[in-house]
């Protein structure tokens, strides 16, 4: 007879500490960099009591309208303008947390969908919440799963009470309500949810469009009703964002802005955007939202994650965005550089000695060819796709950290300028997509 083993023990999560600052904020200053800017500066948002998200503004452009910020997150501070990559199925595909945190990555994104019907909103919970489950220490954003259910699985039917939809893993029927969205989202743990909201396909007839505005709205207050109930039973201790609807209409998007921008939410997100709409509307759409949107409180463009799109975007106002595009694609190999689009596995890098991009200072670029990751993407080699995936990164996180740094010296016109007139791709808008 053996003695029955012990259960096992799993290993304590570093701790994310932060020394408190003036106000009781946390502060960081190894991660916060550069003066604050001497134009007028909005003063310190302060959460309602019980919320968890504080978000305060750094510095505004003095010829755009970007803002630098910073979010006071349970799980770390998130300095924006931030690119969110997205860590679909608890993981940034091929990239381990040590080598997002490398990339000073602050926050990523959690889909709900993915993690909802694989491993489970109960086995994420048992094992600690999303954080301990996939060992990252910063903070994480999850969306609500309504894209994903509208996107990837067929056979949804969208009624008042939620979406009933397929699974496109086995074929199982499930229920997505705003309800639902909030409790899964809080059993995952995350630092900021998102609220549940009905997508319309574009092009779509106007009546259609405002009864998902119509349905946005009630189910944006049945997600806020629903975080509080879960307050009331030690759960929610989450941010909740509300997000626009209305799709390319101006007049439909600024009367559900009318509405949700009336409710408690700790920030808002531009839904329904780059979907094929093309830059330039999408563009107007953004300006649009960022104009109505309050000033205290933290913006988020859902979907973009084109270099020229987040930079465009960044400068009318918007501080966050998230997209699988630059990860996608490197996984592909195609990667984003400073001048434009880079295809590794083009036949004129065979012999090219310079790295990807030499003017990154990511892992890859400072120890690898161009030649060499050719070579690994010609042969199949999965460290390819690991070592485009860490410069995908990488070069999304430090080409917001530059934005951010000219939004504090005032002069984010003239980087916006710099970086376009250097980014030659003449790529059309790119499509969101899971
Ligand atoms: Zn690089």
Redesign the pocket.
Known sequence: MTAPRPPRRLPALEPWKHPAGPGGLPVSPTRWRGALATQPVQPTARAPEGHVLLFSLDALDRGTAARAGRLHTAHGEVQTPAFMPVGTQGTVKSLAPDELVGADCDILLGNTYHLYLRPGVDVVRHMGGLHRFMDWPRAILTDSGGFQVMSLTELTRVREEGVEFRSHLDGSRHLLSPERAMQIQDGLGTDIAMSFDQLVRLPAPIEQVRDAVDRTVRWAERGLAERARLRETGGGAMALFGINQGGTDAIERARCFAQLGAMPFDGFALGGLWVGEGRELGLDMVERDCGEFPADKPRYLMGVGHPVDVIEAVARGVDMMDCVLPTRNARRGTVFISTGRLVVRNAAYAQDER???PD?D?S??RRYTRAYLRHLFVSGELLGMRLASV?AV??MVALMRRARAAIVAGRYAEFRTEFLDRFDSRETLATASA
């Open positions: 790295p990807l991009d990154c990511c890859t670029c410069h990488h070069h």
